[in-house]
T-cell receptor
Framework: GDSVTQMEGPVTLSEEAFLTINCTYTATGYPSLFWYVQYPGEGLQLLLKATKADDKGSNKGFEATYRKETTSFHLEKGSVQVSDSAVYFCALSYNYGGSQGNLIFGKGTKLSVKP | ETGVTQSPTHLIKTRGQQVTLRCSSQSGHNTVSWYQQALGQGPQFIFQYYREEENGRGNFPPRFSGLQFPNYSSELNVNALELDDSALYLC???????????FGQGTRLTVV
């Protein structure tokens, strides 16, 4: 079945450091890929998405490129801030007749950014 | 602000009891999905409702059931609670033709 694998956390960085969180997927078809972020005590917020191969999603300085050849969707940010401290989830879903199906999530990667 | 609201925010139940969790979808959204997020894990899909009917289900037993109402609000019911049901339950709403789901802040259920 379909699945998502993320790098184990926690990841601890100093402010202004470069961030990479690895995500690979196994899919039977051609899913859309997502990164969600969860701040302490809150639900999930969509960070960025890509719907087809070679698409790049970007938001708030974060980027991820849909790589079909390596089945990857790694999250990157050039300079992290303390406010980026959160848990990041990679996910996939299929589009059925124009609507998004259920999301399949990775286990999440906790990021802590120190001043 | 996503506009998806869940109630209650926290709940403690005893093993064997039944629980009902509620979700109010974002305005204009007619599809609602429920997810279970165990501590330290990613959310797991429970089921989805569209036009008041179940429209897909994950690997959860029948004691997990749901309802969607004409105003697109939704309930998740869990019977015969087990200790392993302790988790954060997330509701997400979307609309037909949309490619993004909007999540509520979740209900933290503790079964003792």
């Amino acid at each position: 079945g379909d699945s998502v694998t993320q790098m184990e956390g926690p990841v601890t960085l100093s402010e202004e450091a470069f961030l990479t969180i690895n995500c690979t997927y196994t899919a039977t078809g051609y899913p859309s890929l997502f990164w969600y972020v969860q701040y302490p005590g809150e639900g999930l917020q969509l960070l960025l998405k890509a719907t087809k191969a070679d698409d790049k999603g970007s938001n708030k300085g974060f980027e991820a490129t849909y790589r079909k050849e390596t089945t990857s969707f790694h999250l990157e940010k050039g300079s992290v801030q303390v406010s980026d401290s959160a848990v990041y989830f990679c996910a996939l879903s299929y589009n059925y007749g124009g609507s998004q199906g259920n999301l399949i999530f990775g286990k999440g990667t906790k990021l802590s950014v120190k001043p | 602000e996503t506009g998806v609201t869940q109630s209650p925010t926290h709940l403690i139940k005893t093993r064997g009891q039944q629980v009902t969790l509620r979700c109010s979808s974002q305005s204009g959204h007619n599809t609602v999905s429920w997810y279970q997020q165990a501590l330290g894990q990613g959310p797991q899909f429970i089921f989805q409702y569209y036009r008041e009917e179940e429209n897909g289900r994950g690997n959860f037993p029948p004691r997990f059931s749901g309802l969607q109402f004409p105003n697109y609000s939704s309930e998740l019911n869990v019977n015969a609670l087990e200790l392993d049901d302790s988790a954060l339950y997330l509701c997400a709403s979307s609309f037909v033709g949309g490619t993004e789901a909007f999540f509520g802040q979740g209900t933290r259920l503790t079964v003792v």
